[in-house]
Antibody
């Protein structure tokens, strides 16, 4: 069974940093692209970043470019999102998701982890 | 960046109704269009990929159509468990989601 479990969400002050983790199981992690998607309270879904299975290709949304870093440890089957220079508008539930490499969709999602940026 | 516009933003319907949700892309995305369903407090669920392919395990009352810039998600006979918010997503160039359509009773 495919499982994605996010962790690391917390309350952080503006300008602070946080690292999210996503532990994957039930599939061959290093053969899949992985994504981070966020959702501010009461708002819609926003794609944040993705990374190829080998970690070579990385893409970011303009809103997080230069502040967030996506990475992965294929030996630990874990995806990360390092978030620096956090702003109030980064407050959201952050989901990690798997890309089955068919048409660019994501087929499995984690349960999400809440990041709150506030003083 | 490719913008995705969904309409309507919300709709009211009854069990058994046929429901149609529209999604328009700001430029042609071929058939790189996916649909998700999200219920309150839950992660999204993939319904349709590549504009018209039904994800495994999704009921056949859900269908998708379209290509280029105009796409449609249709629920042929709305069931009580279908009351949720629906999002389209383009995967032609990076990723962008539409703003969502809330289907209410």
């Amino acid at each position: 069974e495919v499982q994605l479990v996010e962790s690391g969400g917390d309350l952080v002050q503006p300008g602070g940093s946080l690292r999210l983790s996503c532990a994957a199981s039930g599939f061959t992690f290093d053969t899949y692209w992985m994504h981070w998607v966020r959702q501010a309270p009461g708002k819609g879904l926003v794609w944040v970043a993705d990374m190829s299975g080998d970690g070579i290709i990385i893409r970011y949304a303009d809103s997080v470019k230069g502040r967030f870093t996506i990475s992965r440890d294929n030996a630990k089957n874990t995806l990360y999102l390092q978030m620096n220079s956090l702003r109030a508008e980064d407050t959201a539930v952050y989901y990690c998701a798997r890309d089955p490499q068919r048409a660019g969709e994501v087929d499995y999602w984690g349960q999400g982890t809440l990041v709150t940026v506030s003083s | 960046d490719i913008q995705m516009t969904q309409s309507p933003s919300s709709l009211s319907a009854s069990v058994g109704d046929r429901v149609t949700i529209s999604c328009r892309a700001s430029e042609s995305i071929s058939t790189f269009l996916n649909w998700y369903q999200q219920k309150p407090g839950k992660a999204p669920k993939l319904l349709i990929y590549a504009a018209s392919s039904l994800q495994s395990g999704v009921p056949s009352r859900f269908s998708g159509s379209g290509s280029g810039t105009h796409f449609t998600l249709t629920i042929s006979s709305l069931q009580s468990e279908d009351f949720a918010t629906y999002y389209c997503q383009q995967s032609y160039s990076s990723r962008t989601f539409g703003g969502g359509t809330k289907v209410e009773i």
